[in-house]
Each structure stands twice: as structure tokens, then as C-alpha cells.
């Protein structure tokens, strides 16, 4: 009985996992309906090993903090994008169409001894008087430009806009169209519609603003620098943080520029359009930091999850 014992107890692991003979099989079971100790040692080999089970709370709290702040990071960043398209379209929309001169967009009058009334067509939303400082002219010089917006159009109903200069002084009064609008930035003189023209020194004529077509190219030379700056020290193994934050600077302001001013380098409302560029620069680095500490939260949850 104990040699049968000592047979049977060896060859149960194999049993157990069905790897005997039939006739084998048959003897360790007539075996085990007789033998306590080996029918004990056979339930026992029967038993389900239990893996262990990391249950390091810290780790999974770590977890639960990460995801916690990826979901407040992602929330903000498409709040961020959203505030980006919500800026663009109202520059677009608020964005002044200037008009050329044309004998139906105004009126010139005199209304007394000392004023000039100019009447604008109702297309007119908006208009500026600007007067010229010209000390080899001995003429007080006055420029007027006249523009719409989408915005105005589509929910204002204005009508005929006046606008009424005074003569201050004795010197002859002259008041000019800027025509430079039209897109013939320096070809065309601005159109003279009250008054007498210049004797000497020919036509008057209004350049647009260039400040932001050149911060335009400056901000891509200094994204090719720092994008050749990244990659030579990528090669190196030296990055660091600063060597994002020195691409996304240039990346953003451009970005903002085609948001507002699209593909145009010129800008006749140079105020207006750099604010503009400035505050979507603002919210898009906003919005690429946000997109980083996603990233960097994710990897941190992967290797956390493979600590466990």
C-alpha cells in the first residue's frame, strides 16, 4: 500500500493534468477512493494558484490624479481653440472693406462760411479724418477714408453718415480721398474733393502699414533658427525644455497672423490688427502648453501603469 502511495503520489501532478495513460488514469483513481492521504494530496494539487495583486494605493491614486488633470487640460484646450476661432472670425467679420472714390460713395458741401459737410452713400458704416502735418505745404491738408464691415451690414442699419470739418485758420483748405485702399498701394494718388492740389510737389498718397509684414518674416527667421537649433540638439541628446518654448514663440505669432490677416503682409489698421495677432498668440501658446502637459500627463500614466 505505502509503494502504491509512493506511485501514486508521483504521478498526480501528472494526473492532475491529464497526461497518463487510460490504464494509469484508472489505477490512480481506484487508488484514491481508498487512500485518504492521496485523495488530500490530490485536491490540494487541485487548488487554483491565486497571482498576488499589486495593491500599492499611492500608485493608483497617482493614476487617478493624472487623469484628473488630463480631463481639466483638455477641457481648457478646447476652450482655448474655441476662443482662437470665436477672435478670427470677429476680426473677420469687424475687419474695415475700405471703399475707392467714386462720384456716388460722397457728397462735398459748404454749409457756411467755415465748414465743409461731406455726406457719405448709406454703404458707408465707418470713416476716419485724419489731418496732415506737411510743413513744406503751406495748405491745411485733411484725408478721409470710408469703409463697411461684414458685421455692420448684417446687423446694423445706419443711414447717411456726415462728417463736418471747420476751417480753423486762413490757410486754404484741402481735403483728400485715400485711395491707396483699392489694392494699388502706390500707383494711385489719393483723390483731391475739396480744395486745390499741390503745385509743387504733386498728388497726395497714403501708404498702408508694413510693421506687421516685417514682424511676419521675423518671426520665421527666428522659427527656422530655432527649428535648426532643435535638431542639432536633438542629435546631440542635450534637448531641453527651453528648445520647445523657442519654436512655439515665432510658431504662435504666426499662426495669429493668419488668423487675422490671412495671407495679406499690409495693414491700413495696424492697432486693431496686432492686438488681434497678439491675443490669438497669446491663447494659442496657452493652448500648445496645455497640449504638452497632456502629452507628458499621458506618459506619466503609462509608466505608472506598468509599476503596478
Known sequence: MKNDCSIVKELLPLYAEDMVSAETAYFIQQHLE???????????????????????????????????????????????????????????????????YSDDLLAVSEIGPGSINISFNKKVTGYRVLEESAPDDDRRIIHIEAWSTVWEKAFFKHGSQNAVIYKVDERPLAIYFTENHTGNYSDEDDHLIYGTSRTTHGGAVTLPGLSLGWGLIVAGLILVVSLTLFIIMKIKGCLAAWNIHLIMLPLVYILGHLCVLHFNIVSYSVVRDFSLIMLVAVILYCAALLALNIYRSRKEIDRVTKGL
Open 34 to 100: 481508498e487512500c485518504e492521504e492521496c485523495r488530500s494530496e490530490f485536491e490540494r494539487l487541485n487548488i487554483p494558484v491565486v497571482q498576488a495583486i499589486n495593491t500599492n494605493t499611492e500608485l493608483l491614486k497617482e493614476i487617478k490624479r493624472q487623469f484628473r488633470r488630463n480631463k481639466v487640460n483638455t477641457i481648457l484646450l478646447i476652450s482655448s481653440l474655441l476662443v482662437v476661432f470665436l477672435v478670427s472670425l470677429f476680426s473677420y467679420l469687424t475687419a474695415p472693406n475700405y471703399y475707392s
